[in-house]
């Protein structure tokens, strides 16, 4: 069961950093439109 548990939190530690960088590509893309313009060159 131990095993188990070690895979639940790193899963949930995954989910939380997926969040973050969701978060931060939000507040980026706020704050810098244009490098989103840039790339569809």
Known sequence: ???R???QD???EIQ???TQIHI???IL???LPVVEKK???
């Open 1 to 3: 069961m131990e095993l």
């Open 5 to 7: 548990e070690l895979y």
């Open 10 to 12: 790193k899963v949930q």
């Open 16 to 18: 939380d950093l997926k």
């Open 24 to 26: 931060l590509e939000t």
């Open 29 to 31: 893309r706020n704050f």
């Open 39 to 41: 790339k569809g060159d």
